[in-house]
């Protein structure tokens, strides 16, 4: 018997903000695209990896992301961002990826409605 596959673990926007405001050293990586990103933001730093452009960034990712610190990761609904996620953990060998439930939006809607939805 096989174990399952390792998946991102979901935190939901509110846990999130409180581990940001009380100094946690999260990687926040937002995989939305540069259109998407001009629409709406996190008012905290992102690593911008767009998924279309992963051969731009592909080979620089062990010096985008250091792999003893948590990955949280951010779409702009939550599907892509558990996509990547779980690719993170299964061909790159990342610890602790978080996938940001409900992504942007979820931020929008429950935390920051200067945040435009989209």
Do not use: K
């Amino acid at each position: 018997m096989t174990n399952p596959p390792a998946t991102p673990i979901a935190i939901g926007v509110g846990d999130l903000q409180a581990r940001l405001v009380a100094g946690e050293a999260i990687q926040l990586v937002d995989v939305r695209e540069d259109a998407e990103l001009a629409i709406a933001r996190l008012p905290h730093p992102v690593v911008h990896l767009p998924l279309s452009r992963s051969a731009d960034w592909l080979e620089q990712l062990n010096e985008l992301l250091d792999h003893d610190r948590p990955v949280a990761v951010l779409c702009h609904a939550g599907m892509r961002s558990w996509h990547f996620g779980c690719w993170l953990i299964e061909q790159r060998g990342y610890g602790q990826v978080w996938n940001i439930q409900g992504g942007i939006d979820a931020w929008s809607v429950e935390l920051d409605a200067t945040v435009p939805r989209y």
